[in-house]
Structures are given as structure tokens and as C-alpha cells.
């Protein structure tokens, strides 16, 4: 069981939302529109808010049915270390030639199972910052340093420590996005202000 959950909790990662729901829906291969991303954002963006919707909560609910397999099998094996593989199922997921996400929604699914009201910082941080900047890349780094701030003032070095390194994997997914946000070219969202790109 120590070996198993950890496969199981990647195999639940790797499930690519964006994929399945681009070409079952919308007979549309994600992967070549947009960022080619399968996340969420790059959801919203190729095929509609309703679509990004199921993506997102998609890749949500995968990091929190993972990070619930030790109560589901009433093991002692940490919630998150257990969902941290899914975070890197959904990086690298084995059903998607090992090209994913950026593990944003995914991660906060981890975080959801662990810690409700963390959850409830971490989408107020992101939701505010989106508001602020309109960039969904920056809003989701900046959620992750405050998380790991926040993680900070508690005692749990569990906690910290697979909240550091998830933000690391936030981070580094994002380096593309930082450079076009450093040269003006990454794209807002438009639903918050009302005009098009």
C-alpha cells in the first residue's frame, strides 16, 4: 500500500481535463491552440468559459480525490505527500505523452483536502491579485509566495516543505509566462474590465 497510493495519486494527476474535454466536446486537440497548454486558462481561452469551467474544476477535484487516498484507505501516509504526485501526474501526465499542465488548479485541489480554510486563502489571494493585475500567470505566482508566507507562521514542516516545492513547479512552469509579462506580451483576461483583447 506505501508503494501504491503514490502511483494511484499520479494516475489521478495525469488525467488531462483540457484533453478530453477539448476532444469530446469540441472535437479540438487543446495542445494545438492557444498556449498548447491543458490547463485551465489555456481552457478558458480556446474553448469558452464553460469548458475552462470543467477543466478547472476537473484538475481541482483530481488533486483532492488524490490527496484523499490515505483516508480513503486508512493508511498513516501524508495527505500531502501523497497529492504531491498528483501534481506531477498533472506535469507530466502519462496519458498526455508526459506534457501537461502548470499545476495550478491542481495544487490548489492538494490544498483543498489538507487544509479547507488555506483553500479559501489561497483562491481569495488569487482572485484579488487577478483583479488587480489581470494576468492569470502572475496572479497564480504570486498566490503561490504568499501561500508559502503563509505556511510560514504554522508549525508544520510538512506543510512548508511540499508547499515550497510546489510553488518551485509553479514557478518554473511559468518562466515563458514571465518573460512575455516582462516584455508586455502576455495576454489578460478580458471578462474583468470588459474589453477586448
Given at each position: 500500500?506505501?508503494y ?98 502548470k ?67 509553479v ?27
Open positions: 500500500m506505501n501504491l497510493l503514490p502511483i494511484l495519486a499520479y494516475i489521478l494527476g495525469s488525467i488531462p481535463f483540457g484533453l478530453v474535454v477539448g476532444k469530446l466536446g469540441y472535437g479540438i486537440d487543446i495542445r494545438e491552440h492557444g498556449s498548447g497548454n491543458l490547463g485551465g486558462t489555456n481552457s478558458f481561452r480556446t474553448l469558452g468559459v464553460k469548458a475552462g469551467i470543467i477543466v478547472t474544476l476537473g484538475d481541482i477535484l483530481k488533486g483532492t480525490l488524490a490527496a484523499s487516498l490515505p483516508l480513503l484507505f486508512d493508511t498513516n501516509q501524508n495527505i500531502l505527500f501523497i497529492g504531491l504526485f498528483a501534481v506531477i501526474g498533472h506535469i507530466f501526465p502519462v496519458f498526455a505523452k508526459f506534457k501537461g499542465g499545476a495550478v488548479a491542481t495544487s490548489a485541489g492538494v490544498i483543498l483536502c489538507y487544509e479547507p480554510l488555506l483553500f479559501a486563502f489561497v483562491l481569495l489571494c488569487f482572485f484579488i491579485c487577478l483583479y488587480i493585475t489581470k494576468y492569470v500567470s502572475l496572479s497564480s505566482m504570486v498566490t503561490g509566495v504568499l501561500t508559502f508566507v503563509y505556511t510560514l507562521f504554522k508549525q508544520d514542516y510538512m506543510l512548508i516543505m511540499i508547499i515550497g516545492l510546489i510553488v518551485a513547479f514557478i518554473y512552469r511559468h518562466r515563458a509566462n514571465i518573460t512575455r509579462i516582462l516584455n508586455k506580451t502576455e495576454p489578460k483576461v478580458t471578462f474583468l474590465s470588459g474589453k477586448k483583447k
